[in-house]
């Protein structure tokens, strides 16, 4: 967590605007200065999602929270992260859970998005990569307008090839062991491995356009917390590696 307060500070200092996704989809055409669109997809362990909104609002940064219906929605305390003042919005997997059944996936995305309504206003939505499926969520929107729901953006498809994406999935920005989570523009020519990685980029100014998605399961409290994750990662990351071999 330390860490990833030393993120927020240099993102600061290097003069860039820290938008959450609706912000940016609604307000970029005013923008002009360097940017930040910065996103949490809380998968698991909740808590450290309220611990990083916590963080980010003492530094007066708001951002987007993406919570899965019903595994990480807990109204409570995404009414705690919203009153801080950051978004909250669907982190949906709906065709993964129908098993690739478009008719049903619109008509469970439709049942879980009026759940979430009912606790919380929901203006965008992101997928869940959900590595063990065989089906890519985004795909529910081959048959289906998302914006037919009141929604105005999606976090992966509704940014072109300006903005420049970085996830810690698979625990490293560089992507090597990430399955789905990426966006058609990429980090277009920009490698980074770790956090010192991406906060040298930010120092240099460039790109004027970051995209970045932390997971906040991924941000330790403490040492032992820090070890229990680099174990379940790793783990994951060796399944991932079976997986993609299966599948080949």
Known sequence: MAK??????VMLESGYTPLSVYSYLTNNKAINNKTVILRHDVDRKVN????IAELENDLGINSTYYFRYPYTFKPGLIQSIS??????GY?????????????KAIILFFDELEEMRKKCEVKTICMHGRALSRHDNRDIWKASDF????I???GYLSFNKDVHYFTDTGRGWNS???IRDFMNSGNTGYFINGTDDLIQLMRSGRPSTLYINAHPERWAINNIDWLLNYARDSVYNIGKIFLGMVRK
């Not at 914006?147 to 009141?150: S, V, Y």
């Open 91 to 103: 982190h949906y997997e709906t065709l993964s859970k129908t098993n690739g059944d478009q008719e």
């Open 147 to 150: 914006r037919d729901f009141g």
């Open 83 to 88: 009153s801080l003042g950051h978004e909250i």
């Open 152 to 154: 105005i953006g999606e």
């Open 4 to 9: 990833y307060k030393d993120l927020c500070l």
């Open 176 to 178: 090597k062991n990430n």
């Open 48 to 51: 450290s999602a309220l611990k």
